[in-house]
């Protein structure tokens, strides 16, 4: 039996997932799966784009803290035109700062 590779994936606190998932989707993320153990339970979604994969989680106890995820990515693609950026001001890095709407940073730089 061939073994899976090894891999970490990042858990994301969100207060909606609905919400959310339209905002990864900007960035190029295809929903995989979503779990919860019933209507008005905390929701636990999977994300996908190529190779990299997050979770979204609603599992939090009030407050969420703030995530940070930095992604290296080959290209920009599939990142929408209308997700605001914040530009690396050195000019030597091909790198976007974003920020999701539960304020969770998500650092992007392109190879």
């Known amino acids: 039996m061939e ?6 994936i990042p858990v994301i606190l969100v207060a909606n997932t609905k919400r959310s ?3 990864y989707q900007d960035l190029g993320f295809e929903e995989e799966w979503s779990h919860s153990i019933g209507k008005g339970f905390p929701v636990l979604t999977s994300l996908i784009r190529g190779g990299i994969r997050v979770f979204l989680s609603e ?3 009030g407050t969420p803290p703030r995530s940070i995820v930095y ?6 693609d599939g990142i929408s035109s ?3 950026k914040e530009e690396d001001q ?3 890095a091909s790198e976007i700062t974003l920020h999701d709407p539960d304020g969770n940073r998500i650092n992007i730089r392109y190879r």
């Open 71 to 76: 992604l290296m990515l080959n290209r920009d």
């Open 3 to 8: 073994s899976q590779p090894e891999q970490a």
């Open 90 to 92: 050195s000019g030597t």
């Open 21 to 23: 998932l339209k905002w």
């Open 59 to 61: 599992y939090i106890n």
């Open 82 to 84: 209308g997700t605001p």
